[in-house]
């Protein structure tokens, strides 16, 4: 994954009913397939991972790919980098790169990235994936008004599938109960990681949303004793391990679709500072004074 006063004041007024009617809408649904890409850092070349990485935004756009995706780094866990490409469908993904592969000014840039990439990056993977509808909570607020992504992956134990789909039935109907503001995507990863992987994305505005609120019961106590031991009765049967890990979006590292610039584009385009214009003092040499002769 880069007038007159009147005239401005005009498209300013346009711009902002244009976000308050996206931001009026329901978000769309999730996209069905998730492609992840996933880089290990190598240790004290993040801000030099950071800088090559914002050259493929600049790449995509000026080619005008419509191959978008989103970047982030990890707060918790391994140093890592995580780019999410959302597609409709497994023909959209093949359709959006084939286009990219045509353009061989495109082509000739990536590579050029990518050769200075590999040397700030210890390794990665590949994965795609699919979504659950069924066991994910959809949130109602935008997810381009999102600054951090917590992901929790499982792996399943074969064969435990439908146990694992009852625990997250069971997790969204107590949230849903209790008009909770925890909301959740879930994907399964079908290539490029272990058979029986899930991934959970939960998208915060503010690490605030962690904290405890004082004035709402705690999960514990809407789940209640009997749905407490089911959940862990179903876990011992199905979970060979789960893992969290904390993300910062990072938009000098994405390529968000024009929905994103629309509700946030502040955010997600931010305008480069002016350089400051220093003033230099002007130094003005004075001439000795002449000390008359006493003689």
Request: charge should be positive; hydrophobic fraction near 40%; glycine fraction near 6%.
């Amino acid at each position: 994954m880069r007038r007159s006063i009147c005239s401005l004041l005009a498209v300013c007024a346009v711009s902002s009913f244009a976000a308050l009617s996206v931001l009026a809408q329901p978000p769309p649904a999730p996209p069905k397939v998730l492609v992840i890409y996933r880089e290990e850092v190598k240790s004290g070349m993040s801000a030099a991972h950071a800088k090559v990485e914002a050259g493929w935004p600049k790449a995509f756009a000026k080619a005008g790919s419509t191959n978008y995706y989103l970047g982030m780094t990890s707060r918790s866990g391994p140093n890592e980098a995580w780019f999410l490409e959302p597609h409709d469908s497994y023909a959209a993904f093949e359709k959006s790169n084939a286009d990219d592969a045509r353009n061989p000014q495109l082509s000739a840039e990536l590579d050029k990235l990518g050769v200075e990439d590999s040397a700030l990056t210890s390794g990665g993977r590949n994965l795609i994936a699919t979504y659950q509808e069924e066991i994910s909570r959809q949130g109602t607020s935008p997810f381009p008004l999102n600054r951090y992504v917590s992901v929790t992956t499982y792996r399943v134990r074969p064969g435990k599938a439908p146990e694992f789909t009852e625990f997250r039935r069971l997790l969204k109907s107590v949230n849903e109960s209790g008009k909770t503001s925890n909301y959740f995507v879930i994907y399964q990863v079908v290539s490029g990681a272990p058979s029986g992987t899930y991934l959970l994305l939960r998208g915060m505005k503010s690490l605030k949303e962690l904290d405890p609120d004082p004035g709402q019961p705690t999960f514990a106590q809407l789940l209640g004793p009997d749905n407490q031991k089911k959940l862990n009765d179903l876990s011992a049967s199905f979970l060979i391990s789960s893992e969290s890990a904390l993300f910062e979006l990072k938009p000098g590292m994405s390529y968000p679709p024009k929905e994103f610039l629309a509700i946030d584009s502040a955010f997600w385009a931010p305008k480069a500072m002016p350089a400051k214009t220093v003033k230099v003092a002007t130094v003005v040499k004075k001439e000795p004074k002449k000390i008359a002769s006493a003689q």
